[in-house]
């Protein structure tokens, strides 16, 4: 079945960056269409990026030239780059794979001053 490790949340200012990484076991990221969903309080989950098996990348509009999806193969690890951060994207971040894997636990992304 696998399973999927999310890491590199924070508290980080309005501005500023982060890397997310999602550490997959039990299965290949180059193996399948892997993506980054986010969850704000009091909200539905929302997609946010998709890095095909292909590698060719997909984002969502609201992050769009701010977020830079990508993969390692040799670590196999999901990463997604954070920048130009606002309170808008204070979310649970997730990565999910079309593997059938489960959503990991998380990583909280908090942007506030």
């Known amino acids: 079945e696998g399973r999927l490790v999310e890491s590199g949340g924070g508290l980080v200012q309005p501005g500023g960056s982060l890397r997310l990484s999602c550490a997959a076991s039990?299965?290949?990221?180059?193996?399948?269409?892997m993506s980054w969903v986010r969850q704000a309080p009091g909200k539905g989950l929302e997609w946010v990026s998709t890095?095909?098996?292909?590698?060719?990348?997909f984002y969502a509009t609201s992050v769009k030239d701010r977020f830079i999806c990508s993969r390692d193969i040799a670590t196999n690890t999901l990463y997604l780059q954070l920048n130009s951060l606002s309170t808008e994207d204070t979310a649970m971040y997730f990565c999910?794979?079309?593997?059938?894997?489960?959503r990991g636990q998380g990583t909280q992304v908090t942007v506030s001053s």
């Open positions: 999910q794979t079309t593997s059938g894997t489960p």
């Open positions: 890095i095909r098996s292909s590698g060719r990348t």
């Open positions: 039990g299965i290949s990221v180059s193996s399948y269409d």
